[in-house]
């Protein structure tokens, strides 16, 4: 079966949990961009507890944009913010350091398009991993979907609302908070490394 997801900045661990166990993956790039969503934003664990990164975005008038139509307001300097907030979090952690480089090479390029920094992001990961999720993206929008054909996991883009639970790993900062659930896939990349594969095969889906 054909699972059916958003493609969202640092996606969270129930993304690429669905992504690992997939038959085959399926993008959704022919939406309407939505506010308030991971398509523009991911959650990390800081020193004082849960953290959201945003990407800033250009909205026209009528706020009805495609979300491969987004462009990414370069007004502020959020590759910067996000990089540093990264090195704070996770400098600590047991792999950060073997992904460091590549992760600010990332931050340094000038992406004009949201859904290009997305897959850039994907792409990070699959570097980092060393594993290769094989995809294909929607060419119309679909509303609904035939349930015997895709496994339609759109509504893991909406972040907060995701109720995925998963198995505890060891975060740097569980002592002070407590372990955060289901948070971007970089907190369990820079936790696990190379286990982060086997990490997301032994998971149990909603």
Partial sequence: ???LLHPTYFPSISHFVAMEQADNILFEVEDNFQKQTNRNRTYIYSPNGLQLLNIPVKHNKTNLQKTKDIIIDTDYDWQKQHFKSLETAYRGSPFYEYFEDDLRALFEKKHHFLLDLNFDTLAFIEQSLRHKFA????KSYEGIVDS???NDRRSL???KK????FTRYIQVFEEKHGFLNNLSILD???SEGKYTIDYLREQQQL
Avoid: E, H, I, N
């Fill in 1 to 3: 079966m054909t699972t």
């Fill in 135 to 138: 995809y294909a993206k929607t």
């Fill in 148 to 150: 015997s054909t895709f």
């Fill in 157 to 159: 883009v909406d972040g």
């Fill in 162 to 165: 995701d109720p995925s639970t």
């Fill in 188 to 190: 369990l990349l820079f």
